[in-house]
């Protein structure tokens, strides 16, 4: 391309560009702010509107128990949504966290595929007998947390009954496409006979955490 091979640019358009692969001669600016610019321009293409960059953008989000959240209680028989207490980090701050389990949810900021991933850990003082199940579930879809009925299910078998008194891990990672506006919360079925609890204590010990993997509606 010449100095002489432009395209004429409409009125008040600004074109941020240096030259390609340091050759001064392969671009040319009439107006506007030089900056660095990656995209190269073929010939014979017309531009109706603006040339937008989009800005990188991070959906990640971090959550653990804190001191009034731990040790929370899992009714036998029941489904039980997990509430959270700490924020490790929340990059788009999508994520709601509270002491009330209704308010616990990761809710998409656009239609993509989305990552989700936790660990729970389940107090040392429940009665386990063999067979006893216990699941994680991922649950997602449109309304309140108590009305999201699809989910991703991890289910634990405990199969041990040596020693009843004995900490119990439930963890799972899975994949979900969401649409811009829905939601995610994680809840734990039990299904051992007799009530459990989380574990009694903060940290990682009982964590949930996500991320947007692709975003679609671009």
């Not at 390609?20 to 995209?39: L, R, V």
């Not at 017309?46 to 653990?64: D, K, L, R």
């Not at 509430?83 to 389990?101: L, P, Q, V």
């Not at 994680?136 to 289910?155: D, H, I, K, T, W």
Request: glycine residues 10%.
């Amino acid at each position: 391309m010449s100095l002489t091979d432009y395209k004429t640019i409409s009125s008040g358009t600004v074109l941020k560009a240096t030259p390609i692969d340091g050759n001064p001669n392969a671009i040319g600016i009439i107006t506007g702010t030089q900056e660095p610019f990656d995209k190269k321009f073929l010939s014979n293409i017309t531009v109706s509107g603006s040339i937008i960059q989009p800005a990188v953008e991070t959906y990640a989000f971090h959550v653990e128990k804190n001191a009034s959240t731990q040790n929370q209680l899992l009714s036998n028989g029941s489904v039980t949504t997990l509430t959270w207490g700490t924020k490790i980090y929340d990059y788009g701050s999508r994520m709601s966290i509270s002491t009330f389990a209704n308010s616990n949810f990761y809710i998409a900021p656009y239609t993509g595929l989305y990552q989700f991933n936790a660990h729970i850990l389940i107090e040392d003082t429940g009665d386990y007998t063999t067979n006893d199940r216990m699941d994680l579930r991922f649950y997602y879809g449109s309304g309140g947390v108590s009305s999201l009925s699809n989910f991703q299910v991890f289910v634990f078998i405990v199969g041990e009954t040596t020693n009843n008194n004995q900490f119990r891990s439930l963890h799972g990672t899975t994949q979900i496409y969401l649409t811009s506006g829905q939601r995610v919360a994680l809840k734990v079925y039990n299904g051992t006979g007799v009530n459990q609890n989380t574990y009694n204590g903060t940290g990682n010990w009982v964590r949930f955490e996500g991320r947007m993997v692709q975003r679609f509606d671009v």
